[in-house]
């Protein structure tokens, strides 16, 4: 099952993590999915964890402000407290939404104490929740019992993840998070690689979550465009689009065609 379709059938789901960014891309998806359908989510125990994913919504055009215009907050931060978590769910579906989205981090060993609590209220309410696990912190044996805690397990797999820089994929493209640059060459190969096999017509990258590209790494990944139909480059900051478009300029060969994210700047070098 996928993040998208988690969020759909508003089920207690969970999903096993390998990395920091996995957690950045993978609560990001759900966050962002929750949003677009209306849906009031609600973040527990995110630490700096909330600042990559205001960054991703912000790249993603959503806007967040509460004002006596928008309405309510769309995305809330909530206390880590289990017991707190009934009233903030009932909170938001008093100011009127649809339906609620929780989830956050889990950043100690074992069953998070949350689990009860969202089972009931999933049972109760119009909640869906993803509960995130770093692998690093299970058990033997607790993969197989949070299976039988949860309705179902999100799937998010990796074509590469150092945790400085993951490749993956959701639909037709491949999605950079993290930091790419031209000593991770391991990283590179895993880029040029997953582009070499994507369909002729569908080379598509989603760099949205893509903090950092330097110049000869956006000059090997512009290499890999290749003729046409070549690549399109999509949820660029505008300083990483005109870096992208200024490399591409100066290889005649390659067509590349830039769609940059709504807001927001982004580091390059």
């Given at each position: 099952m996928t993040v998208?379709?988690?969020?759909?059938?508003?089920?207690?789901?969970?999903?096993?993590?390998d990395?920091?960014?996995?957690?950045?891309?993978?609560?990001?998806?759900?966050?962002l999915d929750g949003l677009e359908q209306g849906d009031c989510v609600l973040l527990a125990g995110m630490g700096a964890r909330d600042e990559n994913v205001r960054r991703r919504l912000q790249r993603a055009g959503v806007?967040?402000?509460?004002?006596?215009?928008?309405?309510?907050?769309?995305?809330?931060?909530v206390p880590p407290d289990p017991a707190a978590l009934v009233a903030s769910v009932d909170s938001a579906l008093d100011d009127g939404f649809p339906g609620v989205?929780?989830?956050g981090a889990i950043t100690e060993p074992g069953t998070s104490p949350f689990?009860?609590?969202?089972?009931?209220?999933?049972?109760?309410?119009?909640?869906t929740v993803l509960c995130p696990y770093l692998r690093s912190l299970l058990g033997p044996?607790?993969?197989?019992?949070?299976?039988?805690?949860?309705?179902?397990?999100?799937?998010a797999p990796a074509a590469y993840d150092d945790d400085a820089f993951r490749l993956s994929c959701r639909g037709e493209a491949l999605r950079l998070t993290g930091e790419l640059d031209g000593s991770n060459t391991e990283a590179l190969r895993a880029v040029l690689a997953a582009t070499a096999g994507q369909d002729g017509d569908s080379r598509v990258w989603d760099v949205s979550?893509?903090?950092?590209?330097d110049v000869s790494a956006a000059d090997a990944l512009v290499a890999a465009a290749g003729p046409p139909p070549g690549l399109t480059v999509r949820g660029a900051t505008p300083l990483l689009g005109r870096?992208?478009?200024?490399?591409?300029?100066?290889?005649?060969?390659?067509?590349?065609?830039?769609?940059?994210?709504?807001?927001t700047e982004g580091p390059v070098a």
């Open positions: 998208a379709e988690a969020a759909d059938r508003g089920q207690h789901g969970w999903v096993v993590l990395s920091e960014l996995a957690h950045e891309e993978v609560v990001g998806d759900f966050v806007e967040l402000s509460a004002s006596p215009d928008r309405g309510p907050a769309t995305l809330r931060a989205r929780f989830s689990e009860p609590i969202v089972d009931e209220l999933a049972r109760t309410r119009p909640l044996g607790q993969e197989t019992a949070l299976d039988h805690l949860h309705d179902d397990r999100v799937h979550g893509l903090h950092f590209l870096l992208v478009t200024a490399v591409a300029a100066d290889s005649p060969d390659a067509e590349v065609r830039v769609r940059t994210a709504p807001h």
